[in-house]
């Protein structure tokens, strides 16, 4: 399978060459081995030719917010749009998550509870097929203060919390998105989180954050990789 990953957003240039990109952290998430990957800059203005050049898409997270309304994003919003309509696969994380939402007329804002860092954990709402029996919660990395606000006409909820009601959506049998990150792994996301300390994330919410993190915390990120190659696939 063909994967296309849009990215919208680079890691740090201080973490950049520990970690790689986000589209390095989406293909080490699924498997170097397990398929073919394009990466498109779409942030810089590389779009693909063709919505037909891959089997899947995935849109990745970004420092941007939606309401930039930049040209780069209106171009992604109707390629987003493009995507559906043709029934191909998509999976959006994070800023994926949210511009997918905009697309379809959702609001998208920076949310008045503020920011979300560290550990998350998420309930799932309904049943669905890429899902194996009996999951109902998962935990990842959530590094957001924008949330999407309310729901898509054309969308279903998939994954809510107390901080962010809309954590995950899904469209049919067509997208998937995520508010949390299952590519960041836990040292990424400790790296980050004092990255931001102070400068972006307020001090006391950035320690709150760090407390998640410890050695034997959980985090779902396999389980959640495999629910993207399902859906992606549609298995």
């Known amino acids: 399978m063909r994967i296309g990953i849009l990215a919208t957003g680079i890691t740090p240039d201080s973490l950049l060459g520990q970690y790689g990109s986000y589209a390095d952290m989406f293909v080490d998430l699924l498997g170097p081995q397990a398929h073919d990957y ?11 030719q063709s919505i037909d050049q891959c089997d899947g898409w995935i849109i990745t997270g970004s420092k941007c917010g939606v309401y930039d309304d930049l040209p780069w994003m209106r171009t992604l919003k109707q390629l987003i749009i493009d995507i559906y309509e ?4 998509m999976v959006g994380i994070c800023f994926g998550h949210q ?5 379809f007329g959702a609001k998208v804002a920076k ?7 560290g550990l998350h954990s998420y309930a799932i709402e309904g049943d669905h097929p890429f899902l194996d ?33 809309y954590a995950g959506l899904v469209y049919g049998n067509r997208i998937l998105t995520l508010q949390a990150h299952p590519e960041f792994n836990k040292d990424y996301e400790r790296d980050l989180v004092l990255a931001r300390k102070g400068a972006v994330v307020p001090d006391e919410v950035a320690d709150r954050g760090l407390a998640t993190l410890t050695a034997d915390a959980k985090i779902d990120s396999a389980t ?3 629910w993207m190659a399902r859906f992606l696939a549609r298995n």
């Open 111 to 117: 949310y008045e509870g503020g920011w979300g860092v």
């Open 38 to 48: 394009s990466v498109f800059n779409v942030r810089d203005g590389e779009f693909p």
């Open 99 to 103: 511009i997918i939402a905009s697309a």
């Open 86 to 89: 043709a029934d191909i696969p």
């Open 133 to 165: 029996a009996g999951e109902r919660r998962f935990t990842l990395n959530a590094m957001h203060q924008d949330q999407v606000l309310e729901l898509p006409h054309n969308a279903q909820l998939f994954a809510t919390s107390e901080f962010c009601r």
């Open 224 to 226: 959640v990789a495999k």
